[in-house]
């Protein structure tokens, strides 16, 4: 497939490229325009996105068509129990030709990568990702290789097969700025997925809306985007009260903050506006920060979710009013 390369917009158009996004991969997502919102807005607010849900609800077709609509390098890593770690980041091997070593890069080495049914690797497998996440690079052999951005990991699992996977350790869960669930899709929309087959993949059919370079522009937009004082401190007060929170032994640490006030402002470039107001908080929370928080074990019991208390807190901290917010 020849692919064309996008128009580049200026910073003014980042809400208009934006859509023109999101509707790209609503032709192959259908019915899920919240979902395709939520991965947009992690991708420009520089995080990685973790979808978890049942076979066949359209987990790995987001990420294949976010990384069609945009035109870069994308690499896909199946994980499964025997997959190593060289796998994922790659590996210093000899060349007999040359006479020295050389280092292949792994599958992670893109723009956008993909990492299916991620619980299925080995907690050490799983661990060559954190370097990546965390710090845009990957360190083989004592040398350390740079990740050209934008970088972005999309990692699936199944919720409800146990045998053979490998839960995720905190540490890594911190590291996705936002957990989603894709669900089944609306009457209307399986209608039109039955209607639709046996003819070309939607996916196979997409283009390019966007360049690498433009994501790298829309994130620098995003970065700008102002976050009044106020909202910081209502940003601190959410995260001192889930510490405090009697159904959690674990609150909000100072990366969800960050996560938090981040993925606002992509929130407000999309929006159009130029600051953050109290509903881009407030409508992101629960995806940012549910999977960060962990339920005491009485909580547990009681059949308590994180998202309850996230929307615990978020009744019970004042919001800040009128032009504070701004």
Known sequence: MVRR??????????????????ANLGRAVRGKPGVVELALLCLVAEGHLLIEDVPG???????????????????????????????????????????????????????????????????????ALLEAMEERQVTVD???????????????????????TYPLPRSQL??????VSMGYPARESEVEILAAEGAAEVIDTLEPVATAKDVVQMIDSARAIHVAP?????????AETTRRHPALSLGMSPRATLALQRVAR??????????????????????????????TPEAQM????????????????PVPTGSAGR
């Not at 996008?6 to 490229?17: I, R």
């Not at 881009?280 to 995806?287: F, H, Q, V, W």
Request: charged residues 20%; hydrophobic residues 45%; negative net charge.
């Open 230 to 238: 106020a909202l910081q401190g209502y940003l601190v007060d959410l």
């Open 174 to 179: 911190d590291r996705f700025l936002m957990q």
């Open 266 to 295: 992509a929130r407000a470039a999309a929006s159009g506006r130029a600051y953050v107001v109290p509903d881009d908080l407030k409508a992101l929370a629960i995806p940012v920060l549910a999977h960060r928080l962990r339920l």
């Open 302 to 317: 009681q059949g308590v979710r994180t998202t309850d208390v996230v929307e615990d807190v978020l009744r019970h901290v």
């Open 5 to 22: 390369r996008a128009a580049m917009v200026p910073q003014e158009g980042f809400a208009e490229l934006f859509d023109g996004i999101a």
């Open 57 to 127: 609800v359209g987990k790995t077709s987001l990420a294949k068509a976010l990384a069609t609509s945009i035109d870069c390098r994308w690499g896909r890593v199946q994980f499964t129990p025997d997959l190593l770690p060289s796998d994922v980041v790659g590996s210093t091997v000899w060349n007999r030709a040359s006479g020295e070593f050389e280092f292949r890069a792994g599958a992670v080495f893109a723009n956008l990568v993909l990492g299916d049914e991620i619980n299925r690797a080995s907690p050490k497998t799983q661990s």
């Open 142 to 164: 004592g040398v350390t290789y740079a990740l050209e951005p934008p970088f972005m990991v999309i990692a699936t699992q199944n919720p409800i097969e146990h045998e053979g």
